[in-house]
């Protein structure tokens, strides 16, 4: 991480095609981009925990193990919501930079607000039922698996629709040619040490739970 927050502003050169200073702000694509795909990625974690919170549901004595999966779905969704306020900040930055509007109510925009939606209801869920272990945890799997299928047409489908006409890239990553060697060895390490914090980040909090619930 020391690496790519020195990369993004001495390796990398400012980019080229862009409006006026955007080309100094684009650097903050090493750190949009990451987080943006992670909350997504934080969501699909807690989808896959909450299928486990579910079958052990159906199996006597596997209380624990349930519990256990609860756990690391809650911390999941918890970090998936924090990624996403990230990844909101951080493209608002660049939209006003770019577009001289921090806020435009471009496609991509109002998908990942729906997106913090959709992570504030899951907590709110949880933090209503409080007081009932079982009921929440089995509540909030059948929430987070239901909400899976629109999570994922908000955040890579609607804003790849033509006729909505986002301001949005959605391809210039993608293709390699599109980013120079000077942006690639930063960009790709970035990836790598955001996706390290958010397992690092997951297991810490996955223990705090543990002990709060022994107390």
């Known amino acids: 991480m020391i690496y790519v927050c020195y990369g993004a502003f001495f390796i990398a050169q400012p980019a080229k095609g862009f409006n006026g200073g955007a080309g100094e702000t684009a650097r903050i694509v090493f750190f949009h981009v990451p987080v943006a795909v992670l909350s997504y990625i934080a969501y699909c974690v807690g989808a896959w925990h909450a299928i486990s919170v579910l079958r052990a549901r159906s199996k006597p004595g596997l209380a624990g193990r349930n519990s256990d999966a609860d756990r690391k779905s809650a911390a999941a969704m918890e970090l998936g919501f924090v990624y996403c306020i990230l990844a909101t900040i951080t493209g608002s ?47 909030s799997a059948v929430y987070c698996l239901l909400a899976l299928v629109p999570a994922t047409f908000l955040i890579w489908i609607v804003p790849r629709l033509p006729w909505l006409m986002s301001l949005h890239p959605t391809e210039v990553l993608a293709q390699p040619k599109n980013t120079s060697l000077d942006y690639k060895m930063v960009l790709y390490p970035s990836f790598i040490a955001f996706f390290m914090l958010f397992g690092w980040m997951l297991q810490l909090r996955v223990r705090m739970m543990r002990l709060l619930s022994r107390g």
């Open 93 to 139: 930055l660049f939209s006003g930079a770019q577009w001289n509007s921090y806020w435009n109510w471009d496609p991509r925009q109002i998908s990942i607000v729906i997106m913090l939606l959709v992570y504030a209801a899951y907590l709110l869920l949880r933090s209503a039922l409080s007081d009932r272990t079982d009921r929440r945890a089995e509540l």
